[in-house]
Nanobody, 121 residues
Framework: QVTLVESGGGLAQAGGSLRLSCVTS?????MGWFRQAPGKDREFVAA????????DVAEAVKGRFTISSDNAKNTVYLQMNSLKPEDTAIYYC?????????????????WGRGTQVTVSS
């Protein structure tokens, strides 16, 4: 069993920045960040492989959000810059037990409880 704990959410103004962290209790093969706004489906944000650091970022946040990892700390980060009100959502960290990066929530095996990000205009 792998547990994931997100932190770093909060309130930011449009144009501001936040950095989310996700600490895992055990190593899997790949990690992802998703978000879910009220009344909407869970949406892919970014993913990264622990080994090699290959990443994938959703078009909606490309150029503004960066995913990275610190293998020694079992931690994945999501640096969010140039925030927009439409980035407001609960952000979830997830992990996979295979190497394939995926944008589908169904492909992830473990999930954190999420952290709220609110961006004011």
């Amino acid at each position: 069993q792998v547990t994931l704990v997100e932190s770093g959410g909060g309130l930011a103004q449009a144009g501001g920045s936040l950095r989310l962290s996700c600490v895992t209790s055990g190593r899997t093969f790949a990690m992802g960040w998703f978000r879910q706004a009220p009344g909407k489906d869970r949406e892919f944000v970014a993913a990264i492989r622990w080994s090699g650091g290959q990443t994938d970022v959703a078009e909606a946040v490309k150029g503004r959000f960066t995913i990275s990892s610190d293998n020694a700390k079992n931690t994945v980060y999501l640096q969010m810059n140039s925030l927009k009100p439409e980035d407001t959502a609960i952000y979830y960290c997830a992990s996979k037990t295979d190497y394939v990066l995926s944008a589908s929530p169904a492909d992830y095996d473990y999930w954190g409880r999420g952290t709220q990000v609110t961006v004011s205009s």
